[in-house]
């Protein structure tokens, strides 16, 4: 690509305000190399001119979520905002409440925090997230589809946004996006050829939200998707950033 080329795609990219639902930042054990505290993140950010993130903490999934709370309290600002973790305990909700939190981040899965999502056992939990507004994120191999069914199910006003879907869920996706109104998904993973238009002529704009796995992948296959999309400006501002700042202003409320 030219270099008058790249310089378009930047400008272009600048004018969405991009949001960036799914970025993680510190040290973590498994990707150590690819970890990154605040002003390198901040820096790779600007690279990719990407103008906010919501964060979580690499120790909060691989090591303790109140250690990674207290970690990504310290780092947070107005660009980095934070993606808190939550445990289904009454303590922790209560320390998690104090945060008032916009966006809380669930990891289920049996190699992270290993916890049910039914009410038997989350119940308290996604009652003080439903009752708040708070956006609960959740990434798809930390729960199932029928885990996911049964969880907005059982807790209809809880705004979920699924994280890393994939390029092959549209056949799941869709009749949960038909069915609750409060169920939203990240672009992280969402590349396949023209899939994205494809959504917006079905769905409209509303439903899905950039994201990129920063750092673990490089934002570069996202935005291209976005930058190539054949969809209005709008709905690209949209996607980029609109509709997560919503989301985000909703929970404040």
């Known amino acids: 690509m030219s270099e008058s080329a ?3 795609c930047l400008r272009e990219v600048a004018d969405w305000h991009v949001f960036d639902a799914n970025v993680r930042m ?21 690279r990719n001119g990407i103008e906010q993130a919501l964060i979580s903490h690499f120790t909060a999934v691989e090591y303790d979520a ?8 310290q780092a947070v600002n107005q660009r980095l905002v934070p993606c808190w973790a939550a445990l289904p305990e009454t303590d922790f909700i209560k320390q998690l409440d104090e945060r008032k939190p916009a966006a809380v981040r669930l990891y289920f899965a049996p190699l992270r925090h290993n916890f049910s999502p039914a009410p038997w056992c989350s119940g308290e939990l996604c009652s003080f997230l439903q009752d708040g507004r708070i956006l609960t994120l959740i990434a798809a191999e930390d729960i199932g589809w029928e885990a996911l069914a049964n969880l907005l199910e059982n807790f209809p006003g809880l705004h979920v946004l699924l994280l890393e879907a994939g390029y092959r869920a549209d056949r799941y996706l869709f009749p949960l996006l038909r069915k609750f109104p ?15 238009e494809c959504f917006v002529e079905r769905f409209g704009p509303e439903r899905i939200v950039f994201g990129s796995r920063l750092p673990l992948y490089t934002p570069g296959a996202a935005l291209a998707v976005l930058a190539t999309a054949r969809i209005s400006d709008q709905n690209k501002r949209a996607i980029g950033g609109g509709n997560l700042r919503s989301l985000l202003e909703s929970s404040e409320q």
């Open 6 to 8: 790249i310089e378009t």
């Open 182 to 196: 409060n169920l939203y998904f990240d672009s992280s993973t969402y590349l396949g050829h023209r899939q994205l």
């Open 26 to 46: 510190g040290r973590s054990g498994i990707h150590g190399g690819l970890a990154l505290e605040p002003p390198e993140l901040v820096v790779e950010m600007d």
């Open 66 to 73: 109140f250690e990674g709370n207290t970690a990504l309290a």
